[in-house]
T-cell receptor, first 112, second 114 residues
Framework: DQQVKQNSPSLSVQEGRISILNCDYT??????FLWYKKYPAEGPTFLIS?????DKNEDGRFTVFLNKSAKHLSLHIVPSQPGDSAVYFC???????????FGTGTRLKVLA | DTGVSQNPRHKITKRGQNVTFRCDPI?????LYWYRQTLGQGPEFLTY????????KSRLLSDRFSAERPKGSFSTLEIQRTEQGDSAMYLC????????????FGPGTRLTVT
């Protein structure tokens, strides 16, 4: 049972345009959500997070939006840069636990 | 301290052998986590420690797997009688104990069981 789903395995975007990565979840007990970026041969790197009391969080070029009623979150990268090319994982944590449940990832390719 | 370190980075072993991996977390972090990642999947939670106490274990962690964090600093993950299905990337992460906290991952140990 995949509690966190990333339905797009890959995404290609032109440099300078917006990248939008999507994530859906099924467990209503999730209250903390994160995005990680992963380059080959490296561990995941924390990018940005959002708690369930918010619907938006920004950090520079990265913005995460949370729609609790739809159980959906998205990561916006503006403007996209070639160095953003990586696999992006959505993760969620439930109230009272500290483990993360990860999605299967979306491979982003930013074309120069 | 520049981050979470894991050793070895790669391990090739024959089926039935035992293997042990080590994780050194960021020094001020008192939570430590182990995850496993297979091809095309996201990391899957295995277990986590707060200081030296192992507080949660996934059902993925069969009795062939054991993890320790004896002094609340580094941790080891041992797999006994390895099987080909154990081939994966084993990731360690650490975090501080403050409410919502981000986990910082090491580079992982890639295990190949032949």
């Amino acid at each position: 049972d995949q509690q966190v789903k990333q339905n797009s395995p890959s995404l290609s975007v032109q440099e300078g345009r917006i990248s939008i990565l999507n994530c859906d979840y099924t467990n209503s007990m999730f209250d903390y959500f994160l995005w990680y970026k992963k380059y080959p041969a490296e561990g995941p790197t924390f990018l940005i997070s959002i708690s369930s009391i918010k619907d938006k969080n920004e950090d520079g070029r990265f913005t995460v939006f949370l729609n609790k009623s739809a159980k959906h979150l998205s990561l916006h990268i503006v403007p996209s840069q070639p160095g953003d090319s990586a696999v992006y994982f959505c993760a969620a944590s439930a109230i009272g636990t500290y483990k993360y449940i990860f999605g299967t990832g979306t491979r982003l390719k930013v074309l120069a | 301290d520049t981050g979470v370190s894991q050793n070895p980075r790669h391990k090739i072993t024959k089926r039935g052998q035992n293997v042990t991996f080590r994780c050194d977390p960021i020094s001020e972090h008192n939570r430590l986590y182990w995850y496993r990642q297979t091809l095309g999947q996201g990391p899957e939670f295995l277990t986590y420690f707060q200081n030296e106490a192992q507080l949660e274990k996934s059902r993925l962690l069969s009795d062939r797997f054991s993890a320790e964090r004896p002094k609340g600093s580094f941790s080891t993950l041992e797999i006994q009688r390895t099987e080909q299905g154990d081939s994966a990337m084993y990731l360690c992460a650490s975090s501080v104990t403050t409410g919502y906290d981000e986990q910082y991952f090491g580079p992982g140990t890639r295990l190949t069981v032949t």
